[in-house]
Antibody
Framework: QIHLQEPGPGLVKPSETLSLTCDVSNYSISSGSYWGWIRQPPGKGLEWIANIYHSGSTYSNPSLRSRFAISVDTPQNQFSLRLSSLTAADTAVYYC???????????????WGQGTLVTVSS | DIQLTQSPSFLSASAGDSVTITCRASQGVSSYLAWYQQKPGKAPKLLIYAASTLQSGVPSRFSGSGSGTEFTLTISTLQPEDFATYYCQQFYSYPLTFGGGTKVEI
C-alpha cells in the first residue's frame, strides 16, 4: 500500500515563500507514476496544482504556474511544492497525491496524503 | 479549461435510500471522469475512474455511468458511512479540474 506523508501545518506571512515535501513509502518514485499536489481552501472544493514524473516532466495549472513550482528528489523518494508570493487566498489544505496516468491521457488520483494546512496570515 | 458542474450541491437522504449525483462537463471528456468521496477532516478517496470502473475495495453499491458531457454517480442502499461530500474530476485534458462537490447529508 503506497503511503504519502506531508509535513505538519504551516503558518506563513503574506508575500513569503513556503516549501512542502511529500515523503513516499512502500513505492519507489523512480519506478514510474506521476506525483502531484492538490489544494482545498477551508470549506471549499478541490483545485489541482501540478503533477511531476520521476524524470522531472511536469504538468501544471496555468493559473498557479507562475508562483508554484513542483520538483522531485528520487534518491530521497520524495517530491516537493514551492509556493511563493503567498496571499491569504492561498490558505488551504495541501494534499500530495499519486497521479495515475490513464491511457496516456490525463491522470486521476488514487493515493492521497492526509493533507497539511497552510495558513497565510500576518 | 473544462468546467464541471455537479447537481445537486446538497442532497438530503436517509439510510437505505438510493441517490444519484450528476456531473456535467462544459465540453466532451469521453469517459475520462473520476468520482471521489470526502469525509470531514479527511483526504478524498477515489471511488470510480473511467466513468464506470469501480476502484478496488469500493463497495458495489457505488456505480458510475455516462460519457461525453453527462455523468452520474449512484449510491444504492445508502449506508450511514456514505454521508459525505462527493466530487467528480475530469482527466481528459489539462488543467485537470474538479466539480464543486455534492454534500450528501441526513
Amino acid at each position: 500500500q503506497i503511503h504519502l506523508q506531508e509535513p505538519g501545518p504551516g503558518l506563513v506571512k503574506p508575500s513569503e515563500t513556503l516549501s512542502l515535501t511529500c515523503d513516499v513509502s512502500n513505492y519507489s518514485i523512480s519506478s514510474g507514476s506521476y506525483w502531484g499536489w492538490i489544494r482545498q481552501p477551508p470549506g471549499k472544493g478541490l483545485e489541482w496544482i501540478a503533477n511531476i514524473y520521476h524524470s522531472g516532466s511536469t504538468y501544471s495549472n496555468p493559473s498557479l504556474r507562475s508562483r508554484f513550482a513542483i520538483s522531485v528528489d528520487t534518491p530521497q523518494n520524495q517530491f516537493s511544492l514551492r509556493l511563493s508570493s503567498l496571499t491569504a487566498a492561498d490558505t488551504a489544505v495541501y494534499y500530495c497525491v499519486r497521479a495515475f496516468s490513464y491511457n496516456s491521457r490525463g491522470d486521476f488520483f488514487d493515493y492521497w496524503g492526509q493533507g497539511t494546512l497552510v495558513t497565510v496570515s500576518s | 479549461d473544462i468546467q464541471l458542474t455537479q447537481s445537486p450541491s446538497f442532497l438530503s437522504a436517509s439510510a437505505g435510500d438510493s441517490v444519484t449525483i450528476t456531473c456535467r462537463a462544459s465540453q466532451g471528456v469521453s469517459s475520462y471522469l473520476a468520482w471521489y468521496q470526502q469525509k470531514p477532516g479527511k483526504a478524498p478517496k477515489l471511488l470510480i475512474y473511467a466513468a464506470s470502473t469501480l476502484q478496488s475495495g469500493v463497495p458495489s453499491r457505488f456505480s458510475g455511468s455516462g460519457s461525453g458531457t453527462e455523468f452520474t454517480l449512484t449510491i444504492s442502499t445508502l449506508q450511514p458511512e456514505d454521508f459525505a461530500t462527493y466530487y467528480c474530476q475530469q482527466f481528459y485534458s489539462y488543467p485537470l479540474t474538479f466539480g464543486g462537490g455534492t454534500k450528501v447529508e441526513i
